[in-house]
Structure formats: structure tokens, C-alpha cells
């Protein structure tokens, strides 16, 4: 699976905002990219995932670029509740397959 | 619908000690996995399993065993727990570890493990 990029922290003031970006130069074309996210001390939650085109549920949009080597994570009114870890992750398309965490980024989400 | 449940929440043992960490799951999920977390790390896979009696590892395996009896459990076990085994550890389950499947994982609470 392909290694992703994250920026280690973040912050967005409460209300706005919160675009957090993704590297992942080496996906290749069976790869989808997935978000989690783990709020303190729990375990990690499900955002959204995509193989190419824009998603968006209603936790948040998945902006993926026509090349697919970079993605962003869209909260669109960012809460003190989304303050948060969030882990940008690539996985293949074909067979089985797990996910593999990296270190992720640390958004802070301020009054 | 209890989703995951992982037991004990917290545990203390001494260096040698044997445990077992209980994870099980009523979403009749194929797969279902064991991760470790580290102050400052992402989380490492351990061991997984994609049905009963089918387990394989994962990033991280020496120290710890699993076995896959049944759909809902799947159990962690330490048979001489070291220092290094301090961890945090979570259970998550997937409806299939097939890539068609949404890959949405389902976590548990976590079990924070200390060896002394």
C-alpha cells in the first residue's frame, strides 16, 4: 500500500473551516484513500473514503485531485468536539487488505 | 447492538504474567483485528483474521497468539507479558476484510495494558 504525507498538527478556529491535507504520491490506480479519526483516548472512527471522485457525507467532503497524488479532508464547520487525530490512509483494491495507521494529524480546534 | 466490546478496560501485570485480552463483536463481522498504540505512534497492526479459523499477523506479532473459534470472538492472548507489551490496545471488526467492502473498521473502547 502507499505511504501517506500529514503536516503533524493543525489548528482552526471553532466554526470555520478545518481543510487538512494528504500526500500520496505513490498511490497507485486500486488504491483507495480512507480518513479516520480518534478523539482522545478512544478508539479510531470512520470519516469517508474515495477512489477518485469528490465525496462528501455528513461528517465531511473528500477532495481528491485529478492526479490522486494528494487529498483533502474537508470539516466544513469545525466544533470543539472535532478536535481529534486524523489519519489519512491508502488502500489497495484487490484481495484482502488492512489498513495501516501512520502518525496522523493532530487538529486542534479552538473557541 | 453493543458493536464491539473489549474487556478487561485496563489491566496491570507483572513481567512473565500471562493474559488474555477478550474482544467480541454481534455485527456478524468476518473480520476482525488486533492493534497496539503507543504514547506519540500510530496504531500497529498485531494479528488479524478474516473468518473463523483463518488468522494471520499483522506488523507487530512477537509475544502475543490469537485464535478465531468463533464469528464474535476474537482473543488476544500474552503468554510472558514484557515491559515492551505496555500498550494501549484496540479490537476492530469489519463486515470483510475484502477491498470491495466499504473498509469502514469498527473499534472498540480499547484495553490499556501495563507490565511492570
Known amino acids: 500500500d502507499a505511504k501517506t504525507t500529514q503536516p503533524t498538527s493543525m489548528d482552526c478556529a471553532e466554526g470555520r473551516a478545518a481543510n487538512l491535507p494528504c500526500n500520496h504520491s505513490?498511490?497507485?490506480?486500486?488504491?483507495?484513500v480512507y480518513w479516520y479519526r480518534q478523539i482522545h483516548s478512544q478508539g479510531p472512527q470512520y470519516i469517508i473514503h474515495?477512489?477518485?471522485n469528490n465525496e462528501t457525507n455528513e461528517m465531511a467532503s473528500l477532495i481528491i485531485t485529478e492526479d490522486r497524488k494528494s487529498s483533502t479532508l474537508i470539516l466544513p464547520h469545525a466544533t470543539l468536539r472535532d478536535t481529534a487525530v486524523y489519519y489519512c490512509?491508502?488502500?489497495?483494491?484487490?484481495?484482502?487488505?488492512?489498513?495501516?495507521f501512520g502518525k496522523g494529524t493532530m487538529l486542534l480546534v479552538s473557541p | 447492538n453493543a458493536g464491539v466490546t473489549q474487556t478487561p478496560k485496563f489491566q496491570v501485570l507483572k513481567t512473565g504474567q500471562s493474559m488474555t485480552l477478550q474482544c467480541a463483536q454481534d455485527?456478524?463481522?468476518?473480520?476482525m483485528s488486533w492493534y497496539r498504540q503507543d504514547p506519540g505512534m500510530g496504531l500497529r497492526l498485531i494479528h488479524y483474521?478474516?473468518?473463523?479459523?483463518?488468522?494471520d499477523q499483522g506488523e507487530v506479532p512477537n509475544g502475543y497468539n490469537v485464535s478465531r473459534s468463533t464469528t464474535e470472538d476474537f482473543p488476544l492472548r500474552l503468554l510472558s507479558a514484557a515491559p515492551s507489551q505496555t500498550s494501549v490496545y484496540f479490537c476492530?471488526?469489519?463486515?470483510?476484510?475484502?477491498?470491495?467492502?466499504?473498509?469502514?473498521?469498527?473499534f472498540g473502547e480499547g484495553s490499556r495494558l501495563t507490565v511492570l
Open positions: 455485527m456478524n463481522h468476518e473480520y
Open positions: 490512509i491508502v488502500r489497495a483494491y484487490s484481495g484482502y487488505s488492512t489498513l495501516t
Open positions: 474515495g477512489l477518485k
Open positions: 505513490t498511490i497507485s490506480g486500486n488504491e483507495y
Open positions: 476492530a471488526s469489519s463486515y470483510s476484510a475484502r477491498v470491495s467492502d466499504t473498509g469502514e473498521l469498527f
Open positions: 483474521s478474516v473468518g473463523a479459523g483463518i488468522t
